[in-house]
């Protein structure tokens, strides 16, 4: 059992219609009023799935056993057998209608990418812009911390390491 991004069996399909979103982690999705959420790969219906069989059946069916049970006949490969398989795998329907939306893109330009704002991506982000780099600080999150937003102690505590005895100031321009 997971938690975390690295998930793979908590995808759902959020909206409707041309703003729907499939195969979103449900487990990193942001909670909001009025989310309008559903499950996916489940048949007939999330209480009653009758893919729930396989995890009866799985002592006896190995990884990739489909690779070796389907081979014959040749001809049932592409019309019988791989679109079972891949209707199991739980993927998402796409979205066949135009997205409404219009999105913003920008560039942007480095000298250090650092990915993940854990503990240590926080302080390589703060020497890096202290020795007057320009750093880009990506995270999977929608709030920078990683495992610090994890702490049962107060916030300041896990960054106390980070600041001096004196106010820290910036040595040149820093944005978020």
Known sequence: MTAGASEPNALMTIGRGARSDPNTKATVAELYSGLDARSQNRFPSLKYDFGALNGLLSPFLGAGF??????????????VYEPIIRKAAGLGRAVLERDPEAYEKCWAHCDLLIVG????????????????????????????GGSLLGETAP??????????????????????
């Open 66 to 79: 489909y690779y070796k049970t389907f081979m014959w006949p040749a001809a049932f490969w592409e019309k």
């Open 117 to 144: 704002s854990g503990p240590a991506g926080l302080m390589a982000a703060l020497t890096a812009g202290r020795a007057g780099l320009r750093v880009i600080l990506a995270d999977e999150d929608f709030r920078l």
């Open 155 to 176: 916030w300041w505590y896990g960054c106390a390491w980070i600041l001096p005895k004196r106010r820290w100031r910036s040595s040149g321009p820093c944005r978020t």
